[in-house]
T-cell receptor, first 112, second 115 residues
Framework: AQSVSQHNHHVILSEAASLELGCNYSYGGTVNLFWYVQYPGQHLQLLLK??????LVKGIKGFEAEFIKSKFSFNLRKPSVQWSDTAEYFC??????????FGSGTRLQVQP | NAGVMQNPRHLVRRRGQEARLRCSPMKGHSHVYWYRQLPEEGLKFMVY????????ESGMPKERFSAEFPKEGPSILRIQQVVRGDSAAYFCASSRRENADNEQFFGPGTRLTVL
């Protein structure tokens, strides 16, 4: 069965610390990968996406993610987090079967 | 350009009552998806609709849940005889076409609480 694992459920960092959130997917075929962010009280917004080509993808607000096919991973990174990055982050993939499959989310808390 | 609209944002129901959740897709979008997020879990796909058609309801519970997307008006997710386990956030997303190139845009969600 297809699934997404996000290893960190809750991450607490100080401002300016570096961030890496893990995401592994389970699916044998071609996937399109996404990271969504949900700021407190707001709806999900697309952070970045990978379809093909360069496995290092840059998104909004200084985020980037690297697709490593051999590891079935799509980890999210940011060199220096800000207080405003406090949010919940969801990894998801699309297999062409109409809907996105989401991970359980990682709650990031950035302390000033 | 208005985004995906959902109402109500919060809905409280007693066990046995009906819940109706509404979703208006973005202008120009004819594909609607409903997802449910249970506490401490990720979003789970429920149903995918196009105008007047249910395309895929493989994620929908077999009983008490139904969805529609009429020719005119919003998409409706209806839950009959709600139980405490239905308490969750229900998100609607819309896209212009059915494929990954067409990003799904999400609404703010409806938080259903069943007392």
């Amino acid at each position: 069965a297809q699934s997404v694992s996000q290893h960190n459920h809750h991450v607490i960092l100080s401002e300016a610390a570096s961030l890496e959130l893990g995401c592994n997917y389970s699916y044998g075929g071609t996937v399109n990968l996404f990271w969504y962010v949900q700021y407190p009280g707001q709806h999900l917004q697309l952070l970045l996406k990978y379809f093909s080509g360069d496995p290092l993808v840059k998104g909004i607000k200084g985020f980037e993610a690297e697709f490593i096919k051999s590891k079935f991973s799509f980890n999210l990174r940011k060199p220096s987090v800000q207080w405003s990055d406090t949010a919940e982050y969801f990894c998801a993939f699309y297999t062409g079967r109409r809907a996105l499959t989401f991970g359980s989310g990682t709650r990031l808390q950035v302390q000033p | 350009n208005a985004g995906v609209m959902q109402n109500p944002r919060h809905l409280v129901r007693r066990r046995g009552q009906e819940a109706r959740l509404r979703c208006s897709p973005m202008k120009g979008h004819s594909h609607v998806y409903w997802y449910r997020q249970l506490p401490e879990e990720g979003l789970k796909f429920m149903v995918y609709l196009q105008k007047e058609n249910i395309i895929d309801e493989s994620g929908m519970p077999k009983e008490r849940f139904s969805a529609e997307f009429p020719k005119e008006g919003p998409s409706i997710l209806r839950i009959q005889q709600v139980v405490r386990g239905d308490s969750a956030a229900y998100f609607c997303a819309s896209s212009r076409r059915e494929n990954a190139d067409n990003e799904q845009f999400f609404g703010p969600g409806t938080r259903l609480t069943v007392l």
